[in-house]
Each structure stands twice: as C-alpha cells, then as structure tokens.
C-alpha cells in the first residue's frame, strides 16, 4: 500500500563524518533500540570557531540538547540560557538540554561517577583520596562533595591546577579540601575510605601506566575507582581487585553520566546493561 509522503519545511541532513565508530554514540543509540525510541544520537564535529552558529543551529532545528567534549565544556556556556546547580559551581557542561525553549547546560560526568559510587558505599561522611585536577576531577570532586563526602585530598602533579581545585571545592562546597603536590610516591591514608584515579594515567595506547602511589597503601574493603574506560581494566583497577577491594571502571561512569543525559533529554531511564554491552563492543 502506498505511504502517504508528507513534505514539510524541512532541512534533510547529510554529512560525511566518522561516526559509527563514536562510544558514546554507539552506547546512547542502543539504549534507543532497546527503549524503542524514535531517536537519533549524532556525532557532529564543531570547530571552536564555529560553536556560537552551533548552538544556534541546535536551537533552530529543534534539538532536544547534545553532549560537548573539550574544548567546548566552558566556552558553550555563553551560548546557553542558564546552567544546573553543578554545572554552574564547576564551570564546565558536557550535558545540554531544551527546557521549554531554554537551552540549559548541565554536568552529568560527576554526577554518573556519583551513581555508581552509591552503588557501592554512601558518600556521606566519607575521606576520599582523588589523583588528578583536571575537567574529570573536578566534576568528581564537586560532585562527591554535593553527595555528602567531608573531606577530599586533592593529589596532583601541577601545583597550579591542584590549588586551583582545593580552592574551588573549599569555597564552592560543603566539604573540605586539601591539596598534596604529587611530587613523590603517595601513600593512600588509613583513614580515606574512597580513592579515585581522575587523572589520564592508564588511557589507551599507555595502558600499563601506573600511578605513582603505594599500592601496599590499599586495603581491603575500601572503595578504588578509575575513570578510565579505555581499556576499562586498567593496572590501578587489577592491583585494587588483588587487593580486595570495591573497584568502579571508568566504563561504568562513561554509561551512567549516559543514562542521566538520555533522562534528561527523553524521560526514559535506560538500562545501564545495555549500554554498558555496547561499549564493550566497541572497545573490543
Ligand atoms: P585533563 O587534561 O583536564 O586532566 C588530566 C589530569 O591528569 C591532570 O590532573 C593531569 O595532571 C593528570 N595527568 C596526566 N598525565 C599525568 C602523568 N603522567 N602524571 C601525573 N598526572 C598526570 O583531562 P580530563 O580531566 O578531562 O580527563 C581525565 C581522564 O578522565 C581522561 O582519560 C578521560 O578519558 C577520563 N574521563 C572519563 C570519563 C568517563 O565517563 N569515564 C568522563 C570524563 C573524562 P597535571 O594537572 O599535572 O597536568
């Protein structure tokens, strides 16, 4: 039977990128599938030149929102009507969603952290140990701090970027910071309950890099977690497990900031499993 063919005032898209191969897109396309959602997740390229007429163009065709990576989690801002609690305290979004016809920014990397933390303890009360100051660490430590935890010890090799952090934790948050200069072998304080790789150590193709801290320094019990999640079994997440420890990949980050931006922009909350299958996938 014939279809009717409803001819609108459309723009049909076609752009040749290489995006089939994208994570994130693979990982948030088949929660789609699964959810039966008539979506689309694209990966499109912006240069930073070209980032203003990209928002505009996100409002115009009707986006429900995007994600941003470097380097447009800060410089999106001015091109946004408004930013989430979180979002605005660190500076930075990576989660854009339409609210009515606002366009409001958020950050949901700390938040996915956050999530699979629960999983395995409440941060309420909790010492955390946290390698690395960088964008991750900073949406971790506001995050775990927003979620209860009291004391952060902020490790980090540039002196500038750590003290930069520890102030902002110190006067943006409810907890408190403290910075130590990673400029010898650490060793993890009885007393930290969560220690927390946010730095790039591990990251493919230098996947048996290691952090410079005492591993006789975990225990058994306490929670390790590795943002991470290529390869997701980094040397920090096998020596924790021989360890005993709780250990978090930086997989399940990765899927849980996804399930949180797929909520925010459908109503649907997706099935971690799924989407954790399907990085798998492309990650081999
Ligand atoms: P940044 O470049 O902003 O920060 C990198 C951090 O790593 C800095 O603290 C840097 O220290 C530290 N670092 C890098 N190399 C070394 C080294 N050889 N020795 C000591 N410290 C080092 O990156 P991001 O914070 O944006 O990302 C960090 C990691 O987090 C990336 O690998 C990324 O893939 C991952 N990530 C994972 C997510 C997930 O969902 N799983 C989400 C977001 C990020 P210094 O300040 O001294 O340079």
Redesign the pocket.
Known sequence: MAKELNFKQELTACFGQPVSENPTQAMVEAAYRHHGLDWRYLTIEVAPDGLADAVKGARAMGFQGFNCT?PHKVAVIEHLDGLGESASVMGAVNCVVRRGDQLIGENT?GK?FVTGLKELTDPTGKEVVMF??????RAIGVEVALAGATKITVV???VE?GEELTQLLNDKVPADAEFVP?DKTFAIPESAEVVIN????G?FPDVDAQLDFDFNTLREGQVVAD???NPPRTHLVREAEAKGCKVID?LG??VN?GVIGIEYWTGVDADPSVMRKALEEVFG
Request: aromatic share 4%; charged share 10%.
């Open positions: 470097i990397d996915g690395g100051a960088g964008g991750a660490a980090n090799r540039s970027r990673w946010a730095t790039s150590i990251l943002v991470i999640p930086g980050m990765l900031q």
